[in-house]
């Protein structure tokens, strides 16, 4: 008889010696992915865009595929719109003509510029915030110094308005994704205007991410303010920090020791990845052809660590790098005729899971007519919501199994091991008895 079969951050011992099939029954693990699906896909989007909604979201539902929809909450009706928190603007102003940028008025400066004027002062301290992530510091400071120069001129007019990120039709209410969210999609954090975060100093850091994500809760509730992407793809450390320290999951770095993060611009090959999980990030670019597309998800299917995580942004025609409704159709499509190998889940639900299955500690008895299996875990249940899936080794002989006498099991599956069924319950501490039914 197999007794204390314990699964401990995802590894299985076994306290007795191999033997027979039969000696593994009860013995109980977590499937890496739900529904012991081979591979996790999430897709997402940055920046609210309108299309997202319009044009995108009805084909992800005609599939009954879910998403993750990362939105700029400063644009949006009834949110706390962007500000500059400092000193006054025109001191500031006034001392770049004294002054020369350097390290010790960089961040200040570079938070301010994007609040002196039009488009052309957002699009400096955009430049400047890449020049100094590509570790071009001192060219960062001259262009800083450009833009200044050009304010005091009067050739960028200080109006006192923020033109955001993206376009002026995006009309998208926190009504509207309130209806999208209670259909299952994901709707969370952006930031408040979409800016270089690398580049702010500690006030306006920390407004942009602690705003955005209270006016989420405020609209859509605190389950939504799980996951957060902080603009253009950054993992700055200073930023990272801070963000991590609001957020329990960020797009931009998982920190997890088991999961190794393959981002965007890299080309390096998931198959390569030696880590238990590998979450491989693809852009879907304007000039990346359906057939790379389709690729990328098949290779997926051939291997069971792959977590794809699809990055959109604009589409048909609206906002950056767009994709046509045509391409979606098409390869949305491809996806949901593959969902019996793929889980297709939101960035928040996959996270979890994932999260889950390592702090789960399971310990399970063989009682002959009965396997009585327990679970515990460290996370917080009400956080961690999502149903993981179990796979329990059962009796030969056993045709249909009872899950705590209210739900009935008829699908039995065999492997090397054994027989065995698998069913998802809700993470958290508690017992689950095995029989078999009638």
Not at 165 to 192: M, R
Request: glycine share 6%; aromatic share 10%.
């Amino acid at each position: 008889m197999l007794k204390n079969i314990i699964l401990l951050l995802g590894i299985t011992l076994i306290l007795s010696c191999e033997g027979t099939k039969e000696e593994n029954i009860g013995l109980t693990t977590i499937t890496k992915w739900q529904e012991d699906k081979k591979s996790a896909i999430s897709i997402t989007y940055d920046d609210g865009i309108i299309n997202q909604f319009t044009v995108a979201k009805p084909i992800m539902d005609k599939y009954q595929i879910p998403g993750t929809f990362y939105v700029i909450t400063g644009k949006i009706a009834g949110s706390k719109k962007g500000k500059f928190i400092g000193r006054p603007k025109a001191e500031i102003i006034q001392e770049t003509k004294l002054i020369k940028t350097n390290k010790e008025n960089f961040f200040e400066r570079a938070s301010l510029i994007a609040f002196t004027g039009t488009t052309e002062a957002i699009d400096y301290h955009s430049r400047v915030g890449s020049l100094y992530e590509a570790g071009k510091i001192q060219k960062a400071y001259q262009l800083l110094d450009e833009g200044y120069l050009k304010i005091r001129r009067g050739e960028i007019r200080n109006l006192d308005k923020v033109i955001h990120h993206d376009n002026v039709v995006d009309t998208t209410t926190w009504d509207d994704l309130k209806v999208y969210a209670q259909e299952g999609h994901e709707i969370a954090s952006h930031t408040v205007t979409h800016p270089r975060l690398a580049v702010l100093d500690e006030a306006n850091l920390l407004y942009e991410l602690e705003q955005s994500k209270k006016d989420v809760e405020q609209y859509l509730g605190k389950q939504y303010t799980f996951s957060a992407e902080c603009p253009y793809g950054t993992e700055n450390e200073r930023v990272m920090e801070y963000a991590h320290k609001l957020y329990p999951s960020l797009r931009n770095r998982m920190p997890e020791p088991y999961l190794e993060e393959i981002n965007r611009s890299s080309k390096k090959s998931p198959e390569t990845s030696e880590k238990e999980y590998v979450q491989w990030q693809r852009g879907p670019l304007t000039n990346i052809g359906l057939e790379e597309m389709k690729d990328w998800i098949d290779r997926c299917a051939a291997q069971d660590n792959i977590w794809l995580v699809l990055v959109f942004h604009g589409i048909n025609g609206i906002g950056w790098e767009p994709k046509t409704d045509k391409e979606l159709e098409a390869y949305f499509k491809y996806i949901h005729d593959r969902r019996d190998q793929l889980w297709v889940a939101t960035f928040a639900d996959v996270t979890k899971y994932i999260r889950a299955r390592k702090s789960t500690k399971i310990e399970s008895v063989d009682h002959g007519k009965s396997i009585q299996i327990n679970i515990s875990s460290t996370l917080d249940p009400k956080v961690y919501d999502v149903p993981i899936t179990l796979k329990t080794y059962i009796p030969k002989n056993w045709k249909r199994i009872s899950i705590n006498e209210n739900q009935i099991i008829s699908t039995v599956a065999t492997d090397t091991i054994g027989n065995y069924i698998t069913y998802s319950i809700l993470p958290g501490n508690k017992e689950i008895l095995l029989r078999e039914g009638i």
